[in-house]
C-alpha cells in the first residue's frame, strides 16, 4: 500500500487516465473528488461489499430455483429404428 500526504486542492495521478483530488478537509472528514474514464468503476467500499453480498445471495437462491433440465439434451435426437 502507498501512502500519501496531500493537502487541500492537491492530486494525485494514476496510471495517467485517474486523478484524485482533495476537495475539503473538515476534521477527520475529507471529501475526494474523482475524475477518471467512463469504463472505470468506482465505488464506495461500503456500497461494494453490499453490492457483492447481494450478488452471492441471489446467484445462489437462483441456482436452487432453477429446475433440472438435463432431460432435454435428447430431445433433438432422433431414435434409431430397430
Not at 494514476?14 to 478537509?25: C, F, L, R, V, Y
Not at 464506495?44 to 436452487?64: G, I, P, W
Request: glycine share 4%.
Amino acid at each position: 500500500m502507498l501512502i500519501l500526504s496531500r493537502r487541500k486542492d492537491e492530486r494525485i495521478v494514476i496510471d495517467e487516465h485517474i486523478e484524485i483530488s482533495i476537495i475539503d478537509i473538515k476534521g477527520d472528514q475529507v471529501r475526494l473528488g474523482i475524475s477518471a474514464p467512463s469504463s472505470v468503476k468506482i465505488f464506495r467500499q461500503e456500497v461494494f461489499l453490499n453490492t457483492q453480498k447481494e450478488n452471492e445471495a441471489a446467484a445462489r437462491s437462483q441456482s436452487r430455483a432453477l429446475p433440472d433440465l438435463s432431460g432435454l439434451k435428447d430431445l433433438g435426437k432422433k431414435e434409431k429404428p430397430e
